[in-house]
Protein backbone atom coordinates (compact mmCIF):
# COMPACT_ATOMS: atom_id res chain seq x y z
CA UNK A 1 0.00 0.00 0.00
CA UNK A 2 2.78 2.06 0.97
CA UNK A 3 4.62 2.12 -2.21
CA UNK A 4 1.06 2.70 -4.07
CA UNK A 5 1.46 6.20 -3.25
CA UNK A 6 4.97 6.60 -5.11
CA UNK A 7 3.18 6.74 -8.34
CA UNK A 8 0.07 5.97 -10.23
CA UNK A 9 0.64 2.90 -11.96
CA UNK A 10 3.03 1.65 -9.61
CA UNK A 11 3.31 -2.37 -10.46
CA UNK A 12 5.24 -4.00 -7.09
CA UNK A 13 6.34 -7.87 -7.75
CA UNK A 14 6.80 -9.99 -4.45
CA UNK A 15 8.71 -12.73 -3.48
CA UNK A 16 8.88 -15.60 -0.77
CA UNK A 17 12.22 -16.07 -0.11
CA UNK A 18 15.50 -14.72 -1.46
CA UNK A 19 16.12 -17.22 -4.62
CA UNK A 20 12.95 -16.12 -5.57
CA UNK A 21 13.71 -12.87 -5.60
CA UNK A 22 16.42 -13.16 -7.64
CA UNK A 23 14.81 -15.19 -9.88
CA UNK A 24 11.91 -12.48 -10.41
CA UNK A 25 14.90 -9.83 -11.10
CA UNK A 26 16.48 -12.05 -13.70
CA UNK A 27 13.03 -12.31 -15.09
CA UNK A 28 12.04 -8.92 -14.95
CA UNK A 29 14.06 -6.74 -17.48
CA UNK A 30 13.09 -3.25 -16.16
CA UNK A 31 13.19 -2.92 -12.22
CA UNK A 32 13.29 0.20 -10.47
CA UNK A 33 13.88 -0.40 -7.27
CA UNK A 34 14.49 -3.89 -5.22
CA UNK A 35 13.35 -4.01 -1.70
CA UNK A 36 15.13 -6.71 0.11
CA UNK A 37 14.19 -8.01 3.37
CA UNK A 38 16.51 -9.30 5.39
CA UNK A 39 14.83 -12.30 7.04
CA UNK A 40 13.57 -14.33 4.03
CA UNK A 41 14.58 -17.97 4.02
CA UNK A 42 16.68 -19.33 1.33
CA UNK A 43 19.93 -17.38 0.69
CA UNK A 44 20.99 -15.21 3.48
CA UNK A 45 20.74 -11.67 2.85
CA UNK A 46 24.66 -10.82 2.13
CA UNK A 47 24.45 -13.11 -0.33
CA UNK A 48 21.35 -12.12 -1.72
CA UNK A 49 22.53 -8.61 -2.00
CA UNK A 50 25.81 -9.60 -4.01
CA UNK A 51 23.97 -11.36 -6.54
CA UNK A 52 21.82 -8.10 -7.39
CA UNK A 53 24.38 -5.79 -7.33
CA UNK A 54 26.61 -8.42 -9.44
CA UNK A 55 23.70 -9.52 -12.21
CA UNK A 56 21.91 -6.19 -12.26
CA UNK A 57 24.25 -3.43 -11.38
CA UNK A 58 22.06 -0.45 -12.42
CA UNK A 59 19.18 -1.55 -10.01
CA UNK A 60 19.38 0.30 -6.52
CA UNK A 61 18.60 -2.07 -3.53
CA UNK A 62 17.15 -0.94 -0.44
CA UNK A 63 17.05 -2.96 2.88
CA UNK A 64 13.75 -3.62 4.70
CA UNK A 65 14.49 -5.10 8.13
CA UNK A 66 12.71 -5.29 11.50
CA UNK A 67 16.27 -5.48 13.36
CA UNK A 68 17.69 -1.94 13.49
CA UNK A 69 21.28 -2.49 14.44
CA UNK A 70 23.91 -0.13 13.22
CA UNK A 71 26.59 -2.54 12.48
CA UNK A 72 24.12 -4.38 10.30
CA UNK A 73 22.81 -0.78 8.84
CA UNK A 74 27.03 0.04 8.33
CA UNK A 75 27.29 -3.73 6.44
CA UNK A 76 24.84 -3.18 4.47
CA UNK A 77 25.44 0.35 3.05
CA UNK A 78 29.38 -0.85 2.67
CA UNK A 79 28.16 -4.01 0.64
CA UNK A 80 26.32 -2.19 -1.97
CA UNK A 81 23.03 -1.19 -0.70
CA UNK A 82 21.78 2.13 -1.58
CA UNK A 83 19.47 2.35 1.45
CA UNK A 84 18.09 0.78 4.60
CA UNK A 85 14.79 1.25 6.31
CA UNK A 86 13.76 0.11 9.18
CA UNK A 87 9.74 -1.53 9.42
CA UNK A 88 8.77 0.72 12.20
CA UNK A 89 9.73 3.50 9.65
CA UNK A 90 6.46 5.69 8.83
CA UNK A 91 4.60 5.78 5.61
CA UNK A 92 5.91 8.95 4.92
CA UNK A 93 9.63 8.19 6.07
CA UNK A 94 10.02 4.90 3.48
CA UNK A 95 8.16 7.08 0.84
CA UNK A 96 11.06 9.90 0.88
CA UNK A 97 13.74 7.20 1.34
CA UNK A 98 12.30 5.30 -1.54
CA UNK A 99 12.29 8.25 -3.43
CA UNK A 100 16.32 9.83 -2.86
CA UNK A 101 17.27 6.30 -4.11
CA UNK A 102 14.95 6.59 -6.87
CA UNK A 103 16.97 10.04 -7.57
CA UNK A 104 20.02 8.47 -7.05
CA UNK A 105 20.65 9.22 -3.44
CA UNK A 106 21.70 7.01 -0.02
CA UNK A 107 18.76 6.38 2.51
CA UNK A 108 20.53 6.11 5.54
CA UNK A 109 18.33 6.11 9.34
CA UNK A 110 18.70 8.26 11.55
CA UNK A 111 20.30 6.11 14.02
CA UNK A 112 23.62 6.04 12.14
CA UNK A 113 23.91 9.60 12.70
CA UNK A 114 23.00 9.40 16.38
CA UNK A 115 26.18 11.69 17.96
CA UNK A 116 25.91 8.65 20.51
CA UNK A 117 26.48 5.92 17.98
CA UNK A 118 29.45 3.23 18.06
CA UNK A 119 31.84 4.59 15.92
CA UNK A 120 31.57 3.22 12.67
CA UNK A 121 35.02 3.84 10.93
CA UNK A 122 37.46 6.57 11.56
CA UNK A 123 36.07 9.50 9.70
CA UNK A 124 33.14 9.46 12.15
CA UNK A 125 35.25 10.02 15.39
CA UNK A 126 35.39 13.85 14.43
CA UNK A 127 33.37 14.85 11.50
CA UNK A 128 33.80 18.99 12.10
CA UNK A 129 37.69 17.88 11.90
CA UNK A 130 37.26 16.27 8.69
CA UNK A 131 34.72 18.58 6.92
CA UNK A 132 37.33 21.58 7.93
CA UNK A 133 40.31 19.61 6.41
CA UNK A 134 38.34 19.47 3.10
CA UNK A 135 38.37 22.77 0.22
CA UNK A 136 34.86 23.89 -0.58
CA UNK A 137 35.75 22.75 -3.91
CA UNK A 138 35.98 18.86 -2.02
CA UNK A 139 33.26 20.03 -0.19
CA UNK A 140 30.82 20.43 -3.09
CA UNK A 141 32.19 17.26 -4.31
CA UNK A 142 31.42 15.33 -1.13
CA UNK A 143 27.52 16.39 -1.45
CA UNK A 144 27.43 15.28 -5.21
CA UNK A 145 29.01 11.66 -4.15
CA UNK A 146 26.28 11.80 -1.25
CA UNK A 147 23.57 12.29 -3.56
CA UNK A 148 25.22 9.16 -6.05
CA UNK A 149 26.88 11.22 -8.39
CA UNK A 150 28.99 9.18 -10.61
CA UNK A 151 32.47 11.08 -11.08
CA UNK A 152 31.26 11.81 -14.57
CA UNK A 153 28.23 13.43 -13.85
CA UNK A 154 29.88 15.42 -11.12
CA UNK A 155 32.20 16.87 -13.53
CA UNK A 156 29.61 18.31 -15.58
CA UNK A 157 27.64 19.62 -12.54
CA UNK A 158 30.88 21.25 -11.73
CA UNK A 159 32.31 21.97 -14.83
CA UNK A 160 35.59 20.02 -14.48
CA UNK A 161 37.55 17.60 -15.91
CA UNK A 162 36.94 13.68 -14.99
CA UNK A 163 40.17 13.43 -13.81
CA UNK A 164 40.37 16.69 -11.73
CA UNK A 165 36.88 15.36 -10.08
CA UNK A 166 38.66 11.83 -9.64
CA UNK A 167 41.48 13.62 -7.81
CA UNK A 168 38.80 15.47 -5.38
CA UNK A 169 37.42 12.18 -4.52
CA UNK A 170 40.87 10.60 -3.60
CA UNK A 171 41.89 13.79 -1.06
CA UNK A 172 38.36 13.20 0.02
CA UNK A 173 38.71 9.28 1.08
CA UNK A 174 42.29 10.00 2.41
CA UNK A 175 40.97 13.36 4.35
CA UNK A 176 38.09 11.59 5.88
CA UNK A 177 40.11 8.31 6.47
CA UNK A 178 37.42 5.92 4.66
CA UNK A 179 38.39 3.01 1.91
CA UNK A 180 35.57 3.99 -0.33
CA UNK A 181 32.76 6.42 -1.53
CA UNK A 182 30.08 4.52 0.94
CA UNK A 183 31.83 5.14 3.56
CA UNK A 184 32.37 8.61 2.26
CA UNK A 185 28.89 9.11 1.99
CA UNK A 186 28.00 7.80 5.68
CA UNK A 187 30.70 10.38 6.80
CA UNK A 188 28.75 12.98 4.70
CA UNK A 189 25.82 12.31 6.39
CA UNK A 190 27.45 12.42 10.10
CA UNK A 191 28.35 16.01 8.93
CA UNK A 192 25.12 17.42 7.94
CA UNK A 193 25.47 17.38 4.56
CA UNK A 194 22.66 14.85 3.41
CA UNK A 195 20.57 16.27 6.30
CA UNK A 196 18.14 17.81 4.25
CA UNK A 197 17.82 15.03 2.14
CA UNK A 198 17.80 11.81 4.40
CA UNK A 199 14.64 13.46 6.72
Not at 91 to 112: F, Q, T, W
Not at 121 to 150: I, Y
Request: aromatic share 2%; glycine share 6%.
Amino acid sequence: MVLQHLAPGTRCLTAGDHREALDTARATPILDLVLLDIRMPGLTWEEALRTLRSERPEVPVVILSALVDRALITTAMRAGARGFIPKTSSSSVMINAINLVLSGGHYIPPLVLDDDAEETGPADKDAANAAAALTPRQMDVLRLVARGLSNRDIAHVLDLSEGTVKLHVTAILKALGVPNRTSAVIAAARMGLTEGETS
